[in-house]
């Protein structure tokens, strides 16, 4: 099946600095959705990008479909930002497949 | 719209009892989606269902049946549980042609 790689694991940044997220993915995908879950559990979705770039605040994402990679960008960092992001993908091909993810970015915001 | 909801929130049980996760959309959704997510992991597909009545496998499925009687509903069901089932379970749902998953709150299950 696919494969997606989330790097890095962990980063730790103090409030205010910005910051890249990146998640590579091994086969081509019409579906790739960045999500927050934050400290409680919740899951946040953050953008839908199989390809091109978005942005929605102080976040934002951009996806190469053809290199198979996306990256995500959050600027000006504030501590509610802490928690988990996951990667998610699903295989181009027309079917009823479900995401797979990534092992996730675990992001820490010191005040 | 209330969007992706399950049922129950939290949940303790016994090894060896049964119960079942509720999942509810009311956006008219045709492929509805169960996972599972253990502690330091994403979330890993369970089953899912491509409409009403119909029901497949995903990557984890040992020990879970599945049912889509009415097309806003999904239920997972556990008919014996086990210490390795512990773990958040959520669903989530998608329109035809339309790839992006909506998700719900999840449902934490703890079995002891």
């Known amino acids: 099946g696919i494969q997606v790689e989330q790097s890095p694991p962990d980063l730790i940044l103090q409030e205010g600095a910005n910051s890249t997220l990146r998640c590579n993915f091994s086969?081509?995908?019409?579906?790739l959705q960045w999500f927050h879950q934050n400290p409680w559990g919740q899951l946040i979705n953050l953008f839908y990008?199989?390809?091109g770039t978005k942005q929605n605040g102080r976040l934002s994402a951009t996806t190469v479909a053809t290199e198979r990679y996306s990256l995500l960008y959050i600027s000006s960092s504030q501590t509610t930002d802490s928690g988990v992001y996951f990667c998610a993908v699903a295989p181009s091909g027309g079917g009823a497949d479900g995401l797979t993810f990534g092992k996730g970015t675990h992001l820490i915001i010191q005040p | 719209n209330a969007g992706v909801t399950q049922t129950p929130k939290f949940r303790v049980l016994k090894t060896g009892q049964s119960m079942t996760l509720l999942c509810a959309q009311d956006?008219?959704?045709?492929?509805m989606y169960w996972y599972r997510q253990d502690p330091g992991m994403g979330l890993r597909l369970i089953h899912y269902?491509?409409?009403?009545?119909?029901?497949a496998k995903g990557e984890v499925p040992d020990g879970y049946n599945v049912s889509r009687l009415k097309k806003q509903n999904f239920l997972l069901g556990l008919e014996s549980a086990a210490p390795s089932q512990t773990s958040v379970y959520f669903c989530a749902s998608r329109r035809d042609r339309v790839y992006e998953q909506y998700f719900g709150p999840g449902t934490r299950l703890t079995v002891t």
């Open positions: 086969d081509s995908v019409n579906n």
């Open positions: 956006m008219n959704h045709e492929y």
């Open positions: 990008i199989p390809s």
């Open positions: 269902s491509v409409g009403e009545g119909t029901t």
